[in-house]
């Protein structure tokens, strides 16, 4: 399966537990309520969901902070909840740094703004390997 796909049926789920919080509590509540009620959703599907869940990041063998994931679901995918008027280049930025930093692959970006919207982002184990001895 091509790594575009990869965990495409948890994501798939993700997404329409998306929708449904989307659908029932609509824009404008801080981010936290929409992490709330999306884990709320995702148990209903009997996913494993992790919320923020510190996770550690290195410079080369040295520790240099943390970063806290929102959700992690079934330790296969990251999502990173947004509650902002529209998702921008930082959002994204962000969640590929957890991708970068974690062995998970697969993240989603939900925005729970005016507009619901999400992206999916996929920084492949092949990928993160090559960058690390490119760096050597």
């Known amino acids: 399966m091509p790594d575009?796909?990869?965990h495409a049926d948890i994501t798939g789920i993700i997404i329409k537990a998306f929708y449904n919080v989307y659908n029932q509590l609509g824009y404008g509540f801080l981010e936290k309520v929409y992490e709330n009620a999306l884990?709320?959703?995702l148990?209903?599907?009997n996913l494993e969901c992790v919320a923020q869940k510190p996770i550690e990041v290195f410079y080369d063998?040295?520790?240099v902070g943390f970063y806290i994931a929102d959700i992690?679901?079934?330790n296969a995918v990251i999502i990173e909840v947004k509650a902002?008027?529209?998702l921008c280049g930082e959002h994204e930025a962000q969640l590929t740094n957890y991708l970068r930093a974690t062995d998970?692959?697969?993240g989603l970006l939900?925005?729970?703004g005016k507009k619901a919207e999400f992206k999916r982002k996929v920084y492949s184990e092949e990928y993160k390997h090559l960058n690390k001895s490119s760096l050597s």
């Open 61 to 63: 063998e040295s520790k």
């Open 84 to 86: 902002a008027e529209a």
């Open 72 to 74: 992690i679901v079934n």
């Open 39 to 41: 884990l709320i959703e």
């Open 110 to 112: 939900v925005n729970f």
């Open 104 to 106: 998970i692959e697969v």
């Open 4 to 6: 575009n796909y990869k």
């Open 43 to 45: 148990k209903k599907f």
